[in-house]
């Protein structure tokens, strides 16, 4: 990525104090110097082509040297930020502070010195900033040893090595239960949920790891008991275990609301914490109980345009769910109206899993509203862009959709197109669904039938419907959208909202 198109990304991303905080510091002068200028023409370009970011600059200062005034701009505001952010968020300060102190000790300034790294110490371990508290801590004992141990016993220097040998202990705990959940969570990102017994047991190494890392514990800490519900409750969900996973989360929960001091600055954890217990009262349908936790969505504040509209997201999306699983698609309607200026007017600032998932749930309110050219309209963002979605296992249920929409829109031809190709791209895929294979047949043998056959087709698909619908793994699929629901209304001649209301 260029100077240019890196500082465009960054002018665009910040929040309004970050915005007043660098005006502040930059205009302190009647004449405008070019970085100002060529940031006034970004800040613009949100409804201009980026294109037209140089040539404009130009326009306004001809000769200037456009790399240099990108690149003073790119560090200064980078600098406002981290102003701002020391004052925000515990973990710039702390790292500021011991900038200070070893300004203070190469100044001889060594009482204040020693000063400000016992503040550091203490704050970092109210903190629990270990990383923090290691680097203040080792700075200490090099410059004790710089100083010949001036005016230090014995005792009190094994207990500052001590100090720091414990630090590392924890961190060396957290570094292990952090590499755990990552893992977790890379497999359920690139390979989706369980979908056989085979892919739950093929967990039981990381599960295995963390009991053991649990049951060696003998430190009790935010962090590590944070990471070990995390991977717990994450477990639970991948595995289709969505009470046990609610249990784990409201522990999680009870454990940040107990800790707000020690939360991160955006709460990144503590907005999946939430997340994680909202779907996991959504897989056992408990929409009211719902409603407490939204509103704790909604209590959220943050300075991060990116992590703000994430959070915009997951809000709308868990008050979609409710009118969305029981069909009602007029109210599902009217709640994304309402969220067109917050939500879809900036629907490429999210990261791509949050686009596809949003595309996903739009179009199928969209094809419950009988809107089926919206509803392909919408979907064709993502799937017209295949190959930087492919990966997310949601891409396979945005297919899927496809075919319903495509069906709706008389395309036979394009259908076995599609069906033919998913069926080739299953080939190489570890497990695939009871779901795709029924709708695959339906769609392309038992479809045309209907006219002919429709109660004996009916109540043989009735049978096979009961079937997946028992199977723990297929939930995980029919708890995006219940596909079984859509063909059952095809076969009973009945709206789609009906067979979902009776769910």
Known sequence: ?????????????????????????????????????????????RELPQA?????????RPGASVETTAKYLYELLLESIL????????????????????????????????????????????????????????LELDYLLVLNFLNLNEKTLLQKQFRINEALKYVRKMNEQSSLY???????????????????????????????IVASQNQDGFEISKLHQLFQSNYLISVGDYRSALNSYIELNNLFEANKHLWSNPPIYYLHTLEGVL?????????????????????????SASFKINLTCITFLYELFPHLDSGDFKTSMLLINSYKDTLFDKL????????????????????????????????????????NYYYLPVYRTIRLVNLMILYKLGDFELI????????????DAVKDYKIESFLFKFLSKELPAIPLKRQQLLEKTLIEIAE???DIFEIQILRIFDFTAWVESLLRKVPLSEVLQKG
Request: charged fraction near 30%; include cysteine; proline fraction near 1%.
């Open 52 to 60: 037209s970011v140089l040539p404009e600059f130009l326009k306004k």
């Open 182 to 212: 990552e893992n977790l969570k890379h497999r359920i990102i690139y390979k989706g949920h369980a979908r056989s017994q085979k892919q739950k047991d093929e967990l039981n190494d990381l599960v295995f790891s963390e009991i053991s």
């Open 468 to 470: 997946i619908k028992q």
């Open 348 to 387: 490429f600032s999210l990261n791509r899993a949050r686009q596809a998932e949003l595309c996903l749930y739009t179009s199928l309110v969209y094809f419950g509203n009988s809107e089926f050219n919206k509803a392909h309209k919408f979907l064709n963002q993502i799937i017209l862009q295949g190959k």
């Open 279 to 303: 779907e996991s009262l959504r897989g056992i349908h408990n929409y009211d109980g719902m409603v407490y936790f939204i509103k704790q969505l909604k209590t959220i504040k943050s300075q």
């Open 83 to 138: 102003d701002l952010k020391k004052e925000q968020d515990s973990f710039y300060f702390l790292f500021n502070k011991i900038m200070k102190a070893r300004i203070l000790f190469e100044k001889s300034l060594f009482d204040e010195c020693f000063s400000m790294l016992g503040d550091i110490i203490e704050l970092a371990e109210k903190y629990e900033n270990y990383y923090a508290l290691l680097l203040a801590a080792r």
């Open 416 to 427: 076995r197109y599609e069906i033919r190709s998913m069926k080739r791209d299953l080939l």
């Open 1 to 45: 990525m260029s100077k240019i198109q890196s500082l465009i990304l960054l002018t665009h991303s910040l929040s309004p104090a970050e915005k007043k905080a660098f005006r502040i510091r930059s205009l302190r002068g009647k004449f405008k110097p070019d970085y100002i200028i060529l940031y006034d023409i970004i800040e613009k370009s």
